[in-house]
């Protein structure tokens, strides 16, 4: 299930908002508000429940100066009684929250129960909401994407970090530092991961592809203003093919555009980043499994690949808690690419760092401090040979430029393929990343309430692979589901299947909220008509 | 009658100096970034550096391209301008037994990249970060640099009005914990800070006048050869004595001032100005500002502090090459990925 687009419960605390909530609200819908603020005289057809929040707070909180901060957990035992909630669940986690902290503990606690009591005592019964528990979630975990992220990367191997703080992607390198500080460190408690704080996103790019350069596992996470920042630095690593691995963990734009909403607006900018003709490999994880895996996994395909790859994921899937199952544990080696050492190097007659040896557009690479008196190269983000000399030569240039296009499609064997659901369906649906609970709740609507089956094909990479050839193929109508205005993974199909380019009809949301199904439903049911 | 060919000079590891030379300069005759060039390759040589763990950068420029002119058997980047310190930096971070020279200019380094060059040093990355500074931008043909003295003349005529950034006395108000001025005609002394330069253990910052032969040479330019060699004022006899060396030569006694490098090498000061300490920062600082009042060049290395911790300490990292670790050492173990998990339910 996905997010609904319409409130059944509303709390209202926010003397400034609360008027113009209300009166968004659905016929019917239950609202609890600090009652001085007087919101039953909006409309008459909510159900209010007024408390006089203040009053609750006063008698709870001894320390006056917290009484801001505590009000919040009053209606914590406000709704919890109203629910019917387990009371020991938020006892739970607030002792998990505050862990240690015993005063701070007490004093929430002892907000939540004056709110519990008080409902007790003076609200009227409700029975339409209640919260039930179930056992079907036993053993599953919950995580935000940002922290997947990062479990993933240490898992990874990653040697050194550059980063600069960005809303919403801060707390993935916040948390892989502390996994680091925990799980990374020698039999003498030094780390094998560096991790620094750069001035800014382009010292950030900087220390990512001149540690790739030598050989670590490097990475950075940013949100959409610092891929505009690196954008320099990122194509340099396409054009020279040093390895790097880039999250981005989208926020609505453009420009500083919500940085607290969540978007799928980046995605022409991580496909094509920099000036010039570049390509890129793109891992669109959908759920927490997948942040996890995809984070893995992208530190393998970067030096296999000897390019920067990106990570694009999103404010709803990085910020917000997700249930998910446990991870299951990476098994197998690192890929580590092509990369010689000095005995192959001592073996070969003619090496050249840019020479497609294998004919799949991948070079093999050397790396400084490699002794022996052989491999050493220059790299140049200016034109380049087979050898990394300097060039202009017109067939120099191209050579390179078409090796790197076949280099790109050596990748479609080895980014994640699609999750297809075929229904035999001429209708197909195609999303990927956070729009998936969605999707998902949609085709169930539109297959029960509307009669209409749908085939799904969930993406989950760049380059697109031979199965959404396939998928384009067999459908007569594709719903393009994303979240963003201009429609960029429409652009992206369209460039490379432009001979299906009539099938292709977008379903797009961009209000910075979590995508609804009701929304995918409603778009397409208009086009149906 | 046949005579025998001359003996070519090699070092401790049975190198000559050809062993250190790079690709043919393309930049224009006579330009001072060439006889840098020459003097890393004379210190390279002397040091006995081993050319494969040196790691050469640079970001855009004329003398950005310099480093395809040294060490053809050490890798080289050439960057993006401005940004050659964090590429060197992640370079040095990944191995840390890499010998890291940056090769910078004055547009490089004191405009474009003035925030990498700022935080590198506040990081003490360990780099040797030489900039070859003829106040102009010579690839794009000759417009002002942010080094260029105020009322310098450029060759079309354009004068600057506005006053320079000095390197020097800005990396030490950054804490840097060597900084060098020195001038591209003088190669002794060049060449002696080089040396001190590839034994310190964080960011050195060598600011070099190179005269621009095309563009800022003439006699109104106060980078031209011209003013630089009227205005260049050592501040002090350098000498410099690696620490295999030690028993070999001895450091003269007397007026001279030593500082001991981690590794025991020795660099030695003979002072020429009365009372400069290259080890008091705020002594050095007083004396380069009043020389820069009056359009002296000091030269010679005018700070210096072995003992900063570099970013290697910083990051708490260990003490084995990051790139050394293999995977045993890198992914934790299934147990890990279990506790992790336990907690998160």
């Known amino acids: ?529 | 009658m046949t005579t025998s060919a001359p003996v070519v000079p090699t070092n401790k590891l049975g190198l000559t100096k050809q062993d250190y030379v790079g690709s043919k300069s393309t930049l224009c005759a006579g330009c001072g970034h060439d006889s840098i060039t020459a003097q890393l390759i004379n210190a390279a040589f002397e040091m006995n550096i081993e050319a494969h763990k040196v790691g050469k950068y640079s970001g855009i420029g004329c003398s950005s391209k310099t480093p395809a002119y040294f060490f053809n058997q050490a890798w080289g980047f050439n960057s993006v301008h401005g940004r050659m310190p964090s590429i060197a930096s992640g370079a040095a971070l990944a191995n840390r037994e890499l010998i890291n020279i940056g090769i910078s200019g004055a547009g490089d380094s004191m405009s474009i990249g003035i925030g990498q060059f700022v935080h590198t040093i506040r990081r003490n990355a360990p780099i040797i970060y030489i900039i070859e500074d003829n106040g102009v931008y010579g690839l794009t043909k000759g417009q002002f640099s942010a080094t260029a003295d105020l009322g310098s003349v450029l060759k079309h005529g354009s004068v600057n009005e506005l006053a320079p950034i000095d390197p020097c006395t800005l990396a030490m108000e950054l804490g840097c914990g060597f900084v060098a001025r020195s001038f591209s005609g003088d190669p002794k002394q060049l060449n002696t800070i080089l040396k001190a330069a590839m034994v310190h253990n964080g960011t050195c910052i060598i600011d070099v006048i190179s005269p621009c032969v095309t563009f800022n040479n003439h006699d109104s330019s106060t980078k031209s050869y011209k003013n630089a060699k009227d205005h260049d004022f050592p501040l002090h006899e350098l000498g410099f004595v690696q620490f295999n060396e030690l028993e070999q030569v001895e450091i003269p006694a007397g007026e001279s001032r030593v500082v001991t490098f981690p590794d025991g090498s020795k660099v030695s000061f003979r002072g020429l100005r009365e009372d400069y300490d290259p080890t008091d920062r705020f002594g050095a600082m007083k004396t380069l500002h009043e020389g820069l009042e009056k359009g002296e060049f000091l030269t010679g290395l005018l700070y210096i502090n072995t003992e900063k911790p570099n970013i290697h300490d910083t990051t708490h990292i260990v003490d084995t090459p990051l790139v050394h670790l293999g995977q045993a050492a890198l992914k934790p173990g299934k147990d890990v990925l279990a506790k992790c998990m336990a907690e998160l339910m």
């Not at chain 1, 008027?19 to 919101?39: N, Q, R």
């Not at chain 1, 690419?337 to 070969?348: F, N, P, R, S």
């Open chain 1, 1 to 529: 299930m996905a997010r609904k687009a319409v409130v059944d419960l509303m709390i209202c605390m926010n003397p400034e908002s609360a008027k113009d909530d209300v009166l968004k609200l659905t016929a019917g819908a239950l609202v609890i508000y600090d009652e001085p603020l007087k919101l039953n005289t909006l409309r008459d057809d909510l159900i209010y429940y007024p408390v006089p929040f203040q009053k609750l707070v006063t008698a709870s909180c001894p320390e006056p100066k917290l009484h801001k901060l505590v009000k919040n957990m009053i209606y914590v035992g406000v709704a919890g009684q109203m629910l019917g909630l387990d009371m020991s669940e938020t006892k739970m986690a607030i002792t998990k929250q505050l862990k240690g902290k015993q005063k701070a503990i007490e004093i929430n606690q002892a907000a939540v129960d004056a709110g519990f009591a008080w409902a007790a005592e003076n609200m009227p019964e409700q029975t339409r909401l209640k919260v039930v528990a179930d056992n079907k979630t036993a053993g599953n975990i919950i995580i935000d994407g940002n922290a997947a992220c990062a479990l993933g990367a240490m898992f990874a191997g990653v040697q050194v970090v550059g980063w600069y703080p960005i809303t919403p992607s801060s707390s993935l390198v916040e948390s892989l530092i502390d996994y680091a500080d925990e799980y990374r460190r020698d039999e003498n408690g030094k780390l094998t991961v560096a991790h620094v704080q750069m001035e800014d996103e382009l010292a950030s790019a900087g220390l990512v592809f001149g540690a790739g350069w030598a050989g670590a596992r490097a990475m950075t996470a940013t949100s959409g203003p610092g891929i505009s920042l690196m954008s320099e630095f990122i194509g340099l690593g396409y054009f020279t093919e040093i390895p790097g691995v880039f999250f981005n963990v989208a926020r609505t734009g453009p420009s500083t555009g919500l940085p607290t909403r969540t978007m799928q607006g980046d995605i022409e900018l991580c496909a094509k980043c920099s000036h010039g003709d570049t390509q890129y490999i793109n891992l669109y994880p959908g759920n927490m499994s997948e942040c996890f895996e995809f984070a893995y996994e992208s530190f393998n395909l970067a030096e296999r690949f000897q390019t920067p790859v990106f990570v694009v994921t999103d404010l709803d899937l990085g910020m917000q808690n997700w249930m998910s199952k446990p991870f299951p544990y990476p098994e197998g080696n690192f890929d580590r690419g092509k990369v010689l050492g000095e005995k192959e190097l001592a073996e070969m007659k003619d090496w050249g760092r840019y020479k497609d040896v294998d004919g799949d557009g991948i070079p093999y690479r050397t790396l400084p401090g490699t002794p022996g008196g052989k491999g050493a190269y220059f790299t140049r983000g200016s034109g380049h040979n087979a050898y990394a000399q300097y060039t202009e030569k017109p067939k120099d240039y191209t050579d390179l430029m078409d090796r790197l296009r076949a280099k790109y499609e050596t990748a479609k064997g080895y980014v994640p393929k699609p999750i297809v659901d075929d229904t035999g369906s001429k209708r197909g649906v195609l999303a990927f990343g956070s729009s998936d609970p969605a999707v998902t709740e949609a085709r169930d609507v539109l297959a029960e309430s509307f009669q209409k089956k749908t085939d799904y094909l969930r993406l989950r990479a760049l380059p697109f692979t031979t199965e959404v050839d396939a998928f384009i193929k067999r459908s007569d109508v594709i719903y393009v589901v994303e979240q963003n205005r201009d429609a960029q993974m429409k652009a992206l199909l369209v460039e490379f299947y432009p001979e299906a380019a009539m099938k292709f009809k977008s379903v797009l949301h961009y209000d910075g909220m979590a995508l609804a199904a009701q929304t995918i439903v409603d778009q397409i049911i208009a086009f149906e008509k």
